[in-house]
């Protein structure tokens, strides 16, 4: 349906910039300054450009903030402190304020991989194939002294010494078991890591150089 | 609620050291289980609340069966089974705990099994139950329960070939058997491999034989383990 | 080099190379195999192992007749409570036989107390059965005191039966919660955690820890009662019946949950006695054995109570038992703050004990059941034996016997009546 809708391109010439239509944004149109604000260049013949140079950076940070704010655990407890992790997902400490309730069941719908609890080596094989069942982009938090270093069954003879042995992690979250606020606070710094891309998933597939701030980053 | 406030006074005499109590009034289960089963017990031992006694290994399934079935015994409930290890060259013990309402306490059947040729009939057929305590005994000790239909190991991996309750199972930095009394280390020097240090020119190294805290020569053969005092 | 019995294979920490993390992934023996025939043949399945089977019961369930075959549940599954594997034969919907694997948890915490010092151990213990805590800490530490020939003075005793009577009504309150949860119901285990949080903080407030406390001394606890302790004791207290009667009202007049517990999963209490099956599910069964009454530890015997049963031995009695027990603590809690005495807290114990040598036997009914401690002494500071028995790891055996004929669905359900807790079953 044709819109009666102002343009700045020459109506009678569809292609008046050489192939590409006129990049029209409706509810700016006319309004030259705001759009120069946003950073955009007056075409010689008509029109603005410059728009899609500054998408990709500014999707990829969008990206990021989606991602960040929307880390779904899997919900896979090894032992005691997955109990303190469910207590951080329910009522009292709510850690669905930051978008990580839904703890999923399949490591195919999961952002993160909460290793909660001792690492045994009879667990080590099915946890790894957990981790790698998990779709990219990942990231790994080990929760609990055991998981970090094996903690107070450091000495056992069935216990993995620390879950980093078998898989990448990217926060450690020390305690046995950690407070639901400390659990909270590391995922909190895992927020920072995604945003800041500095995850362990990168060195799966690399995407480009490391950065550390982000244009427009208000932190 | 007044009681529940903070009260910081002297500890209490009780706190003192001193000997265990007298044996509880078990004289009646004492002598049913003496006229019941004569020579089968021996080495009566009693606790405050825990009467106990010693069997052979190959009467302890008939034991445990009159003991359950028995109308003025009747215990009918298996408490615990467990296995304890006495160290390279000594011996066995699968431990029943056995709980009756006839009587005041706990009764403790200690049956001896060869460390050798570990090998005691199961008692799966009084006690279905008993199935998980005898896997989990052959699993940590590697005892044989014979006539038990599901003699597997239930918590490490079917290709685990040690037994890690064994007295002779040492941990990696085993505090309780060094030789140096619990100090020692995390590290295990006489792992690491020295070639290369030794080899090189000039570098010595002493070999971690020489050293006197290495623990790998102390806690074998059973030496050390066997000139510890243990119980009876 | 160092002369190790080869047997005696000391598994090497330190070194974890890439064929160690092979074998690590071989460990859980999941090796594809297809069905033998029948309805499902060509089904890919994952669970029998590639190996001829070691004992006649293995042989039993990994053989597959016509129509039948192998799901497998675990170790990740979402209401296994813990890391547990289920082999499960179904032939269609219907379960035919169930193999549990254990020990993808197991961490020989028995081994490591035995290379602990006596005060250490009650440490060890607590991430045992991580629900209930002070339980697993009450029977060494009365193990220990019977070893050594000491005794807590009476307010010790009396905070110890406190806070153990606390820790059941957190921990049964979490059953009703996980057992309405694994039938899809979410609102009951999120009150339950509202209540299992504020005991905890509570508790955590007398001892310093939140979880696993850490609580309980050889001839003693560690701690007084504190203010902040009390008042929480006291808001608490004011609200809980409340809060309790709410979830009740949530769970037990639901027609889904009631047509999903009654007549499920039926223990006698015959079999119940011969499978091990302890503490409120056998008490479901109607069989009165509480280790509170019939061997009386702590002050049990200066309360009064009664041993409450129910008839049934289904799903829906072992829930009902919960309920009734968490009200019977709440009233035990009333007595015991009634008669707290004054005086100390910690009999004089030295940091390192030697008993003498000797052995003991410390039981306590923890909220899954008769939970025993069996320590031996050689005169040193570390125990020479420590034995745990602990009674989910028994009840669990209930499991395959009840489940046959039954739905694939029901497992859970059932599983969950049975409440048990993976740390304790693996140790």
Redesign the interface.
């Known amino acids: 349906m044709a819109v009666d809708r102002p343009t700045t391109g020459n109506a009678t010439d569809p292609m008046p910039t050489g192939g590409h239509g006129p990049i029209v944004i409706p509810d700016q149109a006319g309004d030259s300054d705001l759009l120069r604000e946003f950073g955009m260049d007056e075409h010689p013949q008509g029109g603005f450009h410059g728009l899609l140079e500054v998408i990709p950076t500014k999707a990829d940070y969008i990206l990021d903030l989606i991602r960040a704010n929307s880390l779904w655990p899997l ?6 402190c ?3 992790m ?2 951080t997902a ?4 709510d850690i669905d304020r930051f978008g990580m309730f839904p703890f999923r ?1 399949s ?1 195919r719908q999961a952002d993160v991989l909460i290793v909660a ?2 690492l ?11 981790w790698e069942q998990m779709p990219e982009p990942k990231w790994c938090v080990a929760m609990g002294t055991c998981t970090t270093s ?1 903690g ?10 620390g879950v980093d ?2 898989m990448p992690v990217d926060v450690y979250v020390p305690g ?2 950690p ?1 639901p606020e400390g659990l909270i606070y590391g995922m909190m710094k895992l927020h920072e890591l995604v945003k800041e891309r500095r995850g362990q998933w990168r060195t799966y597939v690399d995407r480009g150089p490391q950065r550390t701030r982000w244009e427009g980053d208000v932190r | 609620m007044a009681d529940l406030r903070r009260s910081r006074t002297a500890a209490h005499p009780l706190g003192r050291r001193r000997p265990l109590t007298t044996p509880v009034a078990a004289g009646a289960l004492v002598r049913a289980l003496a006229e019941r089963l004569g020579s089968d017990l021996r080495d009566l031992w009693t606790d405050e609340d825990t009467v106990e006694y010693q069997v052979d290994g190959a009467r302890a399934h008939d034991v445990l069966r009159t003991l359950r079935d028995d109308d003025d015994l009747a215990f009918f409930m298996l408490a615990d089974a467990a296995a304890v290890d006495y160290g390279p060259g000594e011996r066995f013990e699968v431990v029943y705990h056995l709980f009756s309402w006839k009587h005041p306490g706990w009764l403790r059947i200690r049956a001896q099994v060869d460390r050798a040729d570990p090998r005691i009939a199961t008692i799966t057929d009084l006690w279905e139950g008993a199935m998980f305590h005898e896997r989990e005994m052959y699993d940590m000790m590697g005892i044989v329960f014979e006539g038990n239909r599901d003699l597997r190991r239930i ?3 079917p290709d685990y070939r040690s037994f ?1 309750q064994r007295r002779d ?1 040492v ?4 505090a309780a058997d060094s030789s140096a009394a619990g100090v020692r280390p ?1 590290e295990r020097p006489e792992t690491w491999d020295l070639t290369r240090f030794n080899q090189a020119p000039g570098v010595t190294f002493s070999p971690s034989a020489q050293r006197d805290d290495a623990p790998g020569e102390a806690v074998t053969g059973g030496e050390t383990l066997s000139s510890k005092s243990r119980p009876r | 080099m160092t002369g190790i019995d080869p047997e005696t294979r ?2 090497d ?1 330190i070194e ?1 190379d890439r064929a160690e ?1 092979e074998r ?5 023996g ?1 090796t594809p195999v297809r069905a033998s025939g029948g309805e499902y043949a060509g089904f890919e399945q994952v669970g029998i192992p590639d190996r001829p089977p070691q004992t006649e019961r293995e042989r039993e369930v990994y053989t597959l007749d016509e129509g039948e075959m192998l799901v497998n549940m675990g ?2 599954h ?1 209401s296994t409570h ?2 547990m594997r289920l082999v499960v034969k179904v032939r269609g919907e219907i379960i035919v036989d169930i193999d549990p694997v254990l ?7 028995e ?2 107390c035995e ?1 602990a010092t006596y005060t250490t151990v009650l ?2 213990v607590d ?1 045992m059965d ?2 209930s805590t002070m339980h697993n800490e009450h029977a060494p530490a009365i193990a220990f005191e019977k070893l050594y020939g000491v005794k807590a003075p009476p307010r010790a005793e009396y905070i110890r039966a406190l806070v153990v009577e606390l820790n059941r009504i957190f921990s049964h309150g979490l059953m009703m919660g996980f057992l309405a949860l694994d039938m899809g119901g979410i609102t009951p ?3 339950a ?2 209540n ?2 504020e005991i ?1 903080d509570m508790l955590s407030a007398i001892s310093g820890q ?3 406390f850490n609580f309980f001394r050889v001839g003693g606890v560690n701690f007084d009662t504190n203010d902040e302790f009390l008042s929480r004791l006291g808001t608490w207290r004011g609200n809980v019946m409340k809060n309790i009667e709410m979830n009740e009202r949530m769970i037990t007049e639901n027609e889904i949950f009631r047509a999903r517990t009654i007549d499920m999963g039926t223990l006698t209490g015959q079999q119940a006695i011969s499978l091990g099956v302890t503490g409120p599910n056998l008490r479901a069964c109607g069989v009165p054995f509480d280790v509170r009454k019939a061997k009386p530890y702590s002050i049990y015997h200066e309360l009064e109570f009664d041993v409450i049963t129910q008839q049934g031995g289904d799903s829906y009695a072992r829930y009902l038992q919960r309920i009734a027990e968490i009200k019977q603590s709440i009233h035990l809690i009333d007595q015991i703050i009634d008669k707290m005495p004054h005086g100390s807290v910690q009999a004089q114990v030295p940091g390192i004990i030697r008993p003498r040598p000797g052995r003991a036997y410390g039981a306590v009914e923890s909220p899954r059941g008769l939970y025993s401690v069996y320590s031996i002494s050689d005169g040193g500071p570390n125990p020479y034996r420590f034995r745990m028995r602990d009674p989910s790891f028994i009840s669990l055996q209930a499991l395959p016997k009840l489940m046959p004929g039954r739905l694939v669905a029901d497992t859970m359900a059932v599983m969950a009546s049975l409440d048990p807790v ?2 304790g079953v693996d140790k």
């Open positions: 919900l896979s407890g090894l032992s005691c997955a109990i303190e469910m207590s329910t009522s009292v400490n069941a490591p609890g001792t045994t080596t009879k667990m080590a094989g099915p946890l790894v194939r957990l094996g107070r069954f450091k000495r056992s003879y069935s216990v993995v010494q042995r078998v046995c078991p407070r | 918590y490490m991996s890690p199972f941990l990696p930095d085993d995390l | 000391i598994p920490p974890l993390e690590l992934r071989a460990v859980a999941l170790p990740q979402p813990g890391v020990g993808y948890l197991h961490r020989g915490i081994k490591l290379n440490t060890y991430p991580y629900l285990i999120l009150y955690f509202i299992r949080d905890v939140r979880m696993l993976m740390g």
